[in-house]
DNA sequence: GCAATTTTCGCGCAGCCT
DNA sequence: AGGCTGCGCGAAAATTGC
């Protein structure tokens, strides 16, 4: 941007002996993967999804010919939409981050019922192998009530976890 | 490609005089756009989502130069990755469409647990408020017990159906 | 409508990086 | 030596002005 130190097109002075030095602008900085990614960021941050293309290229301290680049192949993809002018508007609701996001929650979800099948299955099992429950299955202060309480009180909990 | 109407860079003749006729090639027909999607429909033919980048440029009739363009802003999106020279691989093991069915199966699972949760939850409510319940709760064949058992049929049955 | 402007973006050169 | 890729020129498309 600031600096004048490649030889392409027709910028000023190509100035042989290159001039490399300080601050220089290693290749990988202004790659299109990294820029592509920081797109993306803007994106997730932009509630509405909509973005200004010059903002965007002024955000991310690029010429907007390369903004140009990552929008085309993005609405190949149909990721994105050209809304208007200097503006593209992103489809596909979530970002495929989110999207995994959500995935790990409902496994997370999916963990925690089985934990607690699991515990619960347990339970019975070492019911069924007590031979004086067996034998006097009601008596006293019955397991098996006990159990059934006991099994409801953690779903109970569990919902209201669940629920928030 | 074959032609030399345009007077970018250093082809041979620029040829003021434009020779806009028969053949004339639109923009539109190469759009990085319309790259990306053909590009995308490689990839999806492909069993094993690797690609021979020689391949494609040849397929899609497109310099390479081009499809790293595409290469590029995918490996962004981390929708692909770069294999090995010449050869790139499909990530997220499946298209987007793919992703969105398993989240629809996750959540008709969950759909199914809460349907089951209010199942039973309705069986308790209804045993609590049973008067007769509520005074003599381990009487005859007692309803405590009677929901236990019903309560882990369902559960187990449940279970089959989860593990297939 | 058509010319002036502005926005898009095809294109391939030349320099990096193995 | 050769794959890879930043880069920006200038022409095509879209908008605006008259």
Redesign the interface.
């Known amino acids: 941007m600031a600096s004048g130190t490649h030889s392409g097109g027709k910028t000023p002075a190509p100035s042989p002996i290159a001039r490399k030095s300080l601050f220089e602008k290693s290749r990988c900085d202004t790659?299109?993967?990294?820029?592509?990614?920081r797109?993306?960021e803007l994106l997730k941050c932009s509630a509405n999804g909509v973005l200004d293309l010059n903002e965007v290229s002024q955000q991310l301290n690029a010429p907007k010919r390369r903004v140009y680049?990552?929008t085309?192949?993005?609405?190949?993809?149909q990721?994105i939409k050209k809304k208007s002018k200097n503006c593209i508007e992103w489809l596909?609701g979530k970002l495929?981050v989110q999207?995994c996001q959500?995935?790990q929650d409902?496994?997370e979800?999916?963990r925690k019922?089985d934990e607690l099948?699991q515990s619960?299955?347990q339970q019975?099992r070492h019911m069924c192998e007590d031979r004086h429950c067996q034998r006097y299955?009601?008596s006293g202060n019955?397991s098996?009530?006990h159990?059934?309480l006991c099994?409801?009180k953690s779903?109970f909990y569990f919902?209201l976890e669940w629920w928030e």
């Open positions: 790659s299109l993967g990294i820029l592509t990614q797109f993306a680049d990552v085309n192949v993005l609405e190949g993809i990721l596909g495929k999207v959500d995935l409902l496994i979800e999916e019922l099948i619960c299955t019975v299955p009601l019955s098996w009530l159990f059934a099994c409801w779903v919902l």
